[in-house]
């Protein structure tokens, strides 16, 4: 009586074959949107690549197999005069140094500022609660603005030199580490500063004391990653006339066949200095997130 009265009512049988019945309805449905962005997504690709080809001064299917031409070249050339590379890297040591040295001023400007910005932003944190969206927008546009775009317009202001590369990598990395640090800082624990507020401490003895060794860790090592990330940037800058070892490159290039060697020196000394910084970071970071 029981049994065909459940099979009859529609019981737990019935329930499981409308669940897989939905199931199966929902991932056909999801394969077929799928389908349609895939669908889209090349055609879009399509589209966006025969325009490229058609602005294009060459054709880029044709020029595929040119490809590997000019590296192999100057790889070659380098080769066939390898006993000059160490001569070029003590020739270039200072040019690395202020590279090194831009980057690391720019570093330290920008992370001072990164952590004013970061507890300005905080909510929880701010002395100024209301202005903590305007501060997240300040981070956002200094962020948004790549620092080639700052270094070429400070030329025109400042001239050529390392001034301009510093103003200009200072203002991103404030940018970019003040939202790091920033999401570091929300997640504080506020118990150590409610209890300097009690005993009436200031907003920076609050600052320094109950939310500093909080984050502390953290911070620095998001600041040597930023190091990393701007001793490229120095470099690259180099090529819009911003001095350093990237303005040393950029010569070298533009002299062409007879110089690869110097280009090839110039390439390894950058990259071996950048392999180094990355490692000794990469240890620092580890001990002072995992202790």
Not at 1 to 7: E, P, V
């Amino acid at each position: 009586m029981t049994a065909s009265t459940i099979g009859s009512t529609g019981g737990p049988p019935h329930d499981l074959a409308q669940n897989q019945h939905a199931y199966l309805e929902l991932v056909r449905r999801r394969r077929l949107y799928g389908g349609v962005l895939l669908i889209l997504f090349v055609a879009l690709m399509m589209s966006g690549f025969q325009m490229a080809q058609s602005r294009n001064a060459g054709g880029f299917i044709d020029g595929l197999p040119m490809v590997l031409a000019f590296p192999t070249e100057v790889i070659s050339e380098a080769w066939e005069k390898r006993a000059n590379l160490p001569g070029i890297f003590v020739a270039h040591i200072p040019s690395l140094i202020e590279t090194l040295n831009i980057a690391a001023v720019s570093t330290i400007l920008g992370g001072i500022a990164a952590m004013l910005l970061a507890l300005l932003s905080t909510r929880g944190l701010s002395p100024w609660p209301r202005l903590t969206g305007v501060f997240r927008r300040i981070m956002d546009v200094c962020r948004a603005i790549p620092e080639i775009v700052i270094a070429l317009i400070l030329i025109y202001i400042l001239g050529g030199g390392p001034v301009p590369a510093v103003i200009a990598i200072s203002l991103h990395t404030a940018g970019a580490l003040g939202k790091l640090f920033s999401e570091v800082a929300e997640n504080a624990d506020l118990k150590p500063v409610e209890g300097l507020t009690s005993v009436g401490a200031g907003w920076g003895q609050r600052m320094w004391f109950g939310v500093l060794p909080q984050v502390a860790p953290n911070w620095i090592s998001y600041g040597l990653l930023r190091f990393e990330i701007n001793v490229r940037a120095s470099a690259i800058l180099g090529f819009v006339g911003e001095g350093g070892i990237g303005h040393d490159l950029k010569i070298a290039m533009q002299w062409g066949m007879g110089r690869y060697d110097l280009v090839v020196g110039i390439f390894l000394l950058l990259f071996l200095t950048i392999v180094i910084i990355d490692t000794i970071s990469d240890r620092v970071r580890e001990r002072l997130v995992k202790g």
